[in-house]
Structures are given as C-alpha cells and as structure tokens.
C-alpha cells in the first residue's frame, strides 16, 4: 500500500516569487512519482513525472521536481510564478512493480495562490 | 481527436435513484479509471480495469459498479445514490506510466 502527504493545503506566494510545494510518500514497494495540476473546473493535467533516471525532472510551464529517496520526497518548485500558476496541485505515486497499471493515489492536494 | 470524453458533464439525482456514467476514450489504451474527488480529500480510486472484460476494485468501491464491454468505453453505475456520492467524478485513461484524465462529471445526490 502507498500513501501521499502534501504537507501543506494552501501556499499564498507573491508574483515573480519562487515557490516549493512539498511531497512525502510512503510505500513498500518502489513507485513511479507524478504531479498533476487543476485549474478551475478543469481536469488534471500532468506537470511532470519521475520513473528512474536523473533525480531532478524537468515539466511543463517551468515547474521542476526532485526525487530524494532517503527522504521519499519530490517537492515541486518554480523560481518566479505567475498569475496563471493559481491552481490546485497534487502529487501522486503508482506501483511500480505492478507496472503502474493499478491506478494512482493522490495526496490531498495543495491550493498555490498568487497574490499580485 | 477528442481524448477522454465524460457524459453527463453534470446531474441532480434524487436518493435512491440509479445512474450511469460514462467514459469514452478515443487513444486506444489499455487502461481506464474512474476516481472520485472530494474537497479536502484529493482523488481517490474507485475502479479501474487493465483490458476489455476485466475490472477490479480501488480504494473507495462500496456502492459503485462498472463495465468494460469495449475497450474504448468504461461505465459506472450507481445503483441506488446516496448524499455521501455527491462528488466530481473523473474518468481516466493511461500506459504504464502516464495517465489522461477526462473533464469530470460534477454528481449532486439530494
């Protein structure tokens, strides 16, 4: 069984501000690692994802993650946000051993608020 | 192109009564999801299937069923709603490593 802890439920950052959003999972199995991004009334849409390789994965709109086995982490990071980054994140893990066919689970997700 | 697709887009069900939803995906994969997300509690895995014909449970099954007669669509139905169903529902498809969500189906359950 896994599970995800999204250590903060709200993240007010000013613009141009770089921003963490952290990540802890729990599991006793190796996993494959995601972070997904909702905008308003919208689906998920995936910012980025760790499966073996370089720790420090690169994704869409700028956003980074670093995988820390030691610590099970993979915060997310931008260092300038935007307006356009208000959003809801989740981090999210699957079973690698099972070839991640048997569905994700998510953290509770964390609200980014950028504030002019 | 349309991806994954989600019909209805919303409902008001009345307790007691029976609904299905369906996902329709149009990228030939494998696997399909459905989730449910609730304020405070992220999304959680209802059911999800690994090929046409097959299902299995997730971590939140009670008082769902599904089917996937074909590999493009899967359905879930509700029985017999109840207020505790009152959710946005999303529908996903997915490889081994990546998943594709669909637009969600926001169900009130009065």
């Known amino acids: 069984a896994q599970s995800v802890t999204q250590l903060d439920s709200q993240v007010p950052v000013f613009e141009e501000a770089p921003v963490e959003l952290r990540c802890n999972y729990s599991?006793?199995?190796?996993?494959?690692l995601f972070w997904y991004v909702q905008y308003p009334n919208q689906g998920l849409q995936l910012l980025l994802k760790?499966?073996?390789?370089?720790?420090l994965v690169k994704g869409i709109n700028g956003f980074e993650a670093e995988f820390n086995k030691s610590q099970t982490s993979f915060h997310l990071r931008k260092p300038s946000v935007h307006i356009s980054d208000t959003a809801e994140y989740f981090c999210?893990?699957?079973?690698?051993?099972?070839?991640?066919?048997?569905?994700?689970?998510f953290g509770k997700g964390t609200h980014l608020i950028i504030q002019p | 192109n349309a991806g994954v697709t989600q019909t209805p887009k919303f409902r008001v069900l009345k307790t007691g009564q029976s609904m299905t939803l369906l996902c329709a995906q149009d990228?030939?994969?494998?696997?399909m999801y459905w989730y449910r997300q609730d304020p405070g509690m992220g999304l959680r895995l209802i059911h999800y299937?690994?090929?046409?014909?097959?299902?299995a449970k997730g971590e939140v099954p009670d008082g769902y069923n599904v089917s996937r007669l074909k590999k493009q669509n899967f359905l879930l139905g509700l029985e017999s709603a109840a207020p505790s169903q009152t959710s946005v529902y999303f529908c996903?498809?997915?490889?081994?490593?990546?998943?594709?969500f669909g637009p969600g189906t926001r169900l009130t359950v009065l």
């Open positions: 996903a498809t997915g490889i081994t490593d990546t998943q594709y």
């Open positions: 990228m030939n994969h494998e696997y």
């Open positions: 299937s690994v090929g046409e014909g097959t299902t």
């Open positions: 760790y499966l073996s390789g370089s720790t």
């Open positions: 999210a893990v699957s079973d690698r051993v099972g070839g991640g066919a048997d569905g994700l689970t």
């Open positions: 599991s006793s199995v190796s996993v494959y």
